[in-house]
Nanobody, 116 residues
Framework: QVQLVESGGGLVQPGGSLRLSCAAS????????MAWYRQAPGKQRELVAR???????DYADSAKGRFTISRDNTKNMVYLQMNSLKPEDTAVYSC??????????WGQGTLVTVSS
């Protein structure tokens, strides 16, 4: 069974930091591009950050300079370090695994709330 399980969400003040984790199982992790998406209340889901099997990274303009995506292939983990958080970062953050020629897999998400 394929499972992606996110953790690390919670309530944080504006300007604060949070690190999200995604644990993958049931896939050959090193073959997959991993990504973080988010969906804010009343809005469509959007790509936040992506990291390829080779370690190349890509960020949304809103995340660039504040967020860092990384992966640990020995632990089948992907992370999203979020700094200088803003209220507009409030959303459910979900992990996605993608491999060419196969279906995508999604986690159920973890809620990040940025509020004073």
């Amino acid at each position: 069974q394929v499972q992606l399980v996110e953790s690390g969400g919670g309530l944080v003040q504006p300007g604060g930091s949070l690190r999200l984790s995604c644990a993958a199982s049931g896939i050959i992790f090193i073959f997959y591009t991993m990504a973080w998406y988010r969906q804010a209340p009343g809005k469509q889901r959007e790509l936040v950050a992506r990291i390829t099997r080779g370690g190349s990274t890509d960020y949304a303009d809103s995340a660039k300079g504040r967020f860092t995506i990384s992966r640990d292939n020995t632990k089948n983990m992907v992370y999203l370090q979020m700094n200088s958080l803003k209220p507009e970062d409030t959303a459910v953050y979900s992990c996605k695994a993608s491999e060419f020629g196969n279906r995508d897999f999604w986690g159920q998400g973890t809620l990040v709330t940025v509020s004073s």
